[in-house]
């Protein structure tokens, strides 16, 4: 879903300001230079230094249309590859740095602790569905129909949520270009999709979605997130694992029909001690680069991964999906 028109996304990037689009470009090459040094006082430095912003392969590079996209940005980074002289960062900033002169939307080359190649053009549409779905972020959505009476509870990486005057609902605002252009969408969507299905029932209920807001139901409770945080016993003794384990395996399945990733990390599920029951608060999807680290095969290797160890690691050394430089 994310996929869908994937090069009309990636063109957004000429509508920016030119203060926009230098911050972009310069996140992209920051976090690609983690290939060179994990510094980010020397990436800082290298990512905004102009003697790498070798021009002169600029005019080698060809077009790009709408039709071949994928096909000409993989020829175009075939052409750097055969350049033997150039060095792997100092190629995706060249890259960059055409695709920015074409008023297309730079690629993240590094995430998850490793670097992506592209030989074929589809690995350009992975890396393209990864660029924009956290370099858009960067850019700020202001929201302005916020009501008085509406009180904020906690934000995640797209949406700031409030709950209702009534409490009984939360309402989703998206604070960032991707957040209100096509992740609050794709989400919406998801549900759409899930309607009718056994995997439904574990959803937050949504109400409306109108002008990139989303209104849903109101889990009273805790987030998974929290209670590893939080509770000593939940580690030991988790709650209800047997069902997490059926949602596990419905959202598995959801995935086999629609190729869509949803992201199942425990912030987003929210355990209501009403209902004794575990909901899905957040039922957007992520890129699929970055959602082959959750283990699909087997339910107890996802929690021991995802739930567990990955708590414990995030606190020793917080994983860095993508390191981005953001507006002070
Ligand atoms: N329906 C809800 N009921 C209770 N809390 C919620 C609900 N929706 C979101 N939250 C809280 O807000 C946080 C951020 O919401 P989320 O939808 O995950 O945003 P994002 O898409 O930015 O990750 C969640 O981790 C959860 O703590
Ligand atoms: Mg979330």
Redesign the pocket.
């Known amino acids: 879903m994310l996929r869908e028109n994937l090069f009309e996304k990636l063109k957004c990037y000429s509508d920016f300001s030119s203060k926009e689009k230098d911050l972009i470009l310069a996140s992209a090459n920051y976090n690609n230079a983690r290939i060179l040094k994990e510094d980010s006082v020397f990436r800082k430095n290298h990512s905004l230094d102009d003697s790498i912003q070798d021009l002169s392969f600029l005019e080698c590079l060809g077009a790009i249309t709408s039709k071949t996209w994928a096909h000409d940005i993989c020829m175009a980074d075939q052409f750097l590859k055969d350049q033997k002289c150039i060095s792997l960062f100092d190629r995706s900033v060249i890259l960059n740095n055409w695709l920015a002169s074409n008023g297309i939307c730079p690629l993240l080359r590094f995430a998850f602790s490793k670097w992506y190649e592209i030989d074929f053009p589809e690995d350009v549409e992975d890396l393209a569905e990864l660029s924009l779905v956290y370099l858009y972020k960067i850019i700020p959505h202001v929201f302005s129909n916020l009501s008085k009476n509406e009180e904020f509870?906690?934000?995640?990486?797209?949406?700031r949520?409030f709950i209702g005057e009534d409490k009984d609902k939360?309402i989703?605002y998206p604070y960032n270009f991707a957040a209100k252009n096509f992740m609050l969408d794709m989400e919406s969507n998801v549900y759409k999709k899930s309607i009718g299905s056994d995997l439904n029932n574990y959803f937050?209920k949504l109400y409306k979605f109108h002008d990139g807001i989303m209104v849903?139901?109101?889990?009273e409770g805790v987030?998974g997130w929290y209670l590893l945080e939080h509770d000593k016993e939940f580690r030991a003794d988790p709650y209800n694992l047997k069902q997490l384990e059926e949602i596990y395996h419905l959202i598995n399945k959801f995935y086999l029909e629609y190729n869509i990733n949803i992201d199942m990390h425990p912030?987003?599920f929210?355990w209501s001690y009403k209902d004794n029951k575990w909901f899905i608060?957040?039922y957007?999807a992520m890129p699929k680069i970055g959602s082959e680290y959750f283990p699909r095969d087997c339910f107890h290797k996802y929690f021991k991964k995802i739930w567990l160890d990955l708590h414990s690691l995030m606190k020793d050394i917080p994983i860095r999906s993508v390191d981005l430089l953001f507006y002070k």
Do not use: C, F, L, W
């Open positions: 509870i906690a934000e995640g990486a797209y949406g949520v939360v989703k937050a849903k139901e109101y889990i987030s912030g987003n929210q608060v957040d957007g």
